[in-house]
């Protein structure tokens, strides 16, 4: 099995759409729910709408991973407008569901660098892990719990950190 880190950043007006679809793209993650590691939409800044659809999952090869982007209910209506797909290597051992140091008043962020250095230590970390492509590392994906986005690019200590807002997803 390996691990992938699948994100599929909305189009502009993808809302509507992925709004009808939602039922069905439940359906199908629903096949996966036991090799999901973390799944859930990225949003506006405040977080009224959806920006993208982030999945990391443990599947056994190519072709099950090929199934699992291209067959994908959001990506077949034309809800993308560009999908990205990396091996992940998964630093905290863990799933979104056995995050045990939730606090009320945080947020949730996906956050992205191309300075995967240091090794990362905070209970405010949900799952993170390196990101790889053809040609090797190409960066790290954290999902991490902040007070707001500055603190959560902090806790990745990277300078080049992409922050969205995210949220955990599905029906779980």
Not at 20 to 36: G, P, V
Not at 43 to 69: C, K, Q, W, Y
Not at 70 to 90: I, K
Request: hydrophobic share 40%; proline share 3%.
């Amino acid at each position: 099995m390996t691990q992938y880190f699948v994100y599929g950043r909305d189009r502009d007006g993808a809302g509507e759409l992925k709004g009808r679809l939602t039922e069905e793209h439940w359906a199908f993650m629903d096949r996966y729910d036991a090799r999901l590691i973390a799944r859930g939409p990225t949003l506006t800044a405040d977080r009224e709408a959806s920006t993208g659809s982030l999945h990391i999952i443990d599947l056994p090869d190519a072709g099950a991973l090929n199934m699992f982007v291209y067959d994908e209910p959001y990506y077949l209506g034309g809800a993308f407008a560009t999908v990205e797909v990396y091996r992940f290597v998964n630093h905290t051992g863990r799933t979104m569901w056995e995050f045990e140091h939730a606090v009320e008043a945080y947020n949730r962020y996906l956050v992205l660098t191309k300075d995967a250095a240091r090794p990362l230590s905070s209970e405010h970390l949900i799952v993170y892990g390196d990101l790889f492509g053809d040609d090797g590392q190409v960066g790290r994906a954290a999902l991490v719990e902040a007070p707001d986005r500055a603190a959560a690019a902090a806790l990745v200590e990277a300078a080049d950190a992409e922050v969205h807002p995210w949220e955990f997803g599905g029906r779980r």
